[in-house]
């Protein structure tokens, strides 16, 4: 699986980037702009093909997803801490965590969660450079919920991670600082798809 988070700003062309992404096969896309607000994201939303809409994360404004045929919804770690989550039992949930510990306590409400950062952040510089998550990995015993590495992730180090035992990848700096995000997508779908 290969998840694509959007920068927190939004960029140019974003909209048609993210089609095409997932005209490529991308497999979800998790909407995080924690800047703008409600009006300005589903205006965000309506230039995503409709068509797609299902495959939309959304980390804010969950209150938006009846407009829009959205039944995902992310939770950062600390509202997990904070049950935020709770009232949403009829949605597809997934969260965020720092350490395989805290994974492994996570109960099958989850679908997912992101574990980062696998290598130093291409996006927040400085930030994993002495990550130890893919060797802490080993550790995992909880196989009830799918682990998806997150931070540092691009089309020369993506096979590495899938050497671990890990079902996915979120890619984030990788595609949204590239001059060619649609090209860095598919060469790292590429390495997947030959695994």
């Not at 093909?49 to 299902?54: G, N, Y």
């Not at 510990?101 to 980062?116: D, G, P, Q, R, V």
């Not at 291409?122 to 998806?148: F, Q």
Request: aromatic content about 10%; some cysteine; glycine content about 4%.
């Amino acid at each position: 699986m290969i998840i694509v988070i959007t920068p927190e700003e939004i960029v140019p062309n974003e909209t048609e980037i993210i089609n095409e992404l997932f005209q490529e096969g991308l497999d979800l896309l998790h909407i995080r702009k924690p800047f703008i607000n409600s009006e300005e994201l589903a205006n965000f939303i309506q230039k995503i093909d409709s068509e797609f809409h299902h495959q939309l994360v959304l980390h804010s404004h969950y209150d938006l997803a009846k407009d829009f045929d959205i039944s995902r919804f992310h939770f950062k770690e600390a509202d997990r801490q904070n049950n935020l989550f709770k009232s949403f039992t009829d949605q597809i949930i997934s969260t965020s965590v720092h350490n395989i510990e805290t994974f492994n306590e996570l109960n099958e409400e989850w679908e997912y969660a992101f574990i980062s950062p696998a290598f130093p952040s291409i996006s927040k510089k400085g930030y994993g450079e002495n990550s130890t998550v893919l060797t802490d990995i080993k550790k995992r015993n909880n196989s009830n919920i799918k682990l998806i590495a997150l931070g540092g992730i691009n089309e020369k180090n993506i096979n590495e991670i899938f050497e671990s035992e890990i079902d996915g990848v979120a890619l984030s700096g990788a595609i949204w600082e590239s001059n060619e995000p649609l090209n860095v997508f598919k060469k790292c779908r590429q390495n997947v798809l030959s695994q």
